[in-house]
């Protein structure tokens, strides 16, 4: 029932079919990529009583008593605080986060096909990260673009407002190398980004040095779990 922009949380739609969701039919692509600041702690226990009671069709008490067991007191472990948010590491957390906020995310998909039209636009919703694609964009459309997700996530619903974090707002063109998730996105294909390709040639640098056998074993096993995570991705794709 969920659109098929939504991953994470859903069987065979993890981090790696969101980023081949967003590579589209059309080249020449630019990334928008967004973040939620604070995704979960934006999410109230009333917020999630009124998912569970509204779309869930639960009674009133089954529905205060789920939100229960899904939310803790906002701030540190043992907090007294009586404002009560979606807990942050609870199995349950990101399904919830992004299906309590269900109706915002196709007000965005909305907004995002209607200024991207025919520019084969794309966009994947996982959990708090946001990453949307286009073909023959320029980058001052889509800054222009990233104001108006901006205004939207926080006004599309009086009681929840959702605030990006600026600081991790990224534009980047196919040319200077898009990458999502972690992962490298090439014209049809996809591979591991910046982040693990460094970890895999430290990895083969340190079993150039001398080592004991225990910490030569733990390395190679690193490399090995390296190298099958890169195979998995660019076989996804």
Not at 30 to 40: C, E, N, S
Not at 120 to 137: E, K, L, Q
Not at 183 to 212: C, F, H, P
């Amino acid at each position: 029932m969920l659109p098929d922009f939504i991953f994470g949380g859903v069987k065979g739609l993890n981090h790696a079919k969101a980023v081949e969701h967003l590579l589209g039919k059309k080249r020449r692509r630019v990334v928008l990529k967004l973040d939620i600041t604070r995704f979960f702690e934006q999410i109230s226990e009333e917020r999630v009583f009124h998912f569970f009671r509204d779309k869930c069709e639960c009674s009133d008490k089954a529905a205060r008593l789920l939100a229960s067991f899904c939310c803790v007191p906002l701030g540190p472990k043992g907090s007294s605080n009586t404002h009560k948010t979606i807990a942050r590491g609870f199995a349950t957390s990101s399904r919830l986060a992004v299906w309590c906020n269900l109706d915002i995310f196709i007000k965005l998909d909305r907004l995002v096909k209607k200024r991207l039209k025919g520019k084969d636009p794309r966009i994947a919703v996982y959990v708090d990260d946001i990453g949307i694609t286009a073909s023959r964009v320029s980058k001052a459309e889509m800054e222009k673009l990233y104001s108006e997700i901006e205004h939207l996530l926080l006004t599309a619903d009086e009681n929840q407002k959702l605030p990006l974090n600026n600081d991790k707002k990224d534009i980047k063109s196919h040319e200077e190398g898009m990458e999502h998730l972690g992962l490298r996105m090439y014209r049809n294909r996809l591979s591991v980004g910046a982040k693990t390709k460094s970890k895999m040639d430290r990895a083969r640098n340190k079993l150039k040095r001398e080592l004991n056998p225990g910490e030569r074993q733990y390395i190679k096993d690193r490399q090995t779990s390296l190298s099958r995570y890169k195979r998995y991705i660019e076989k996804k794709s």
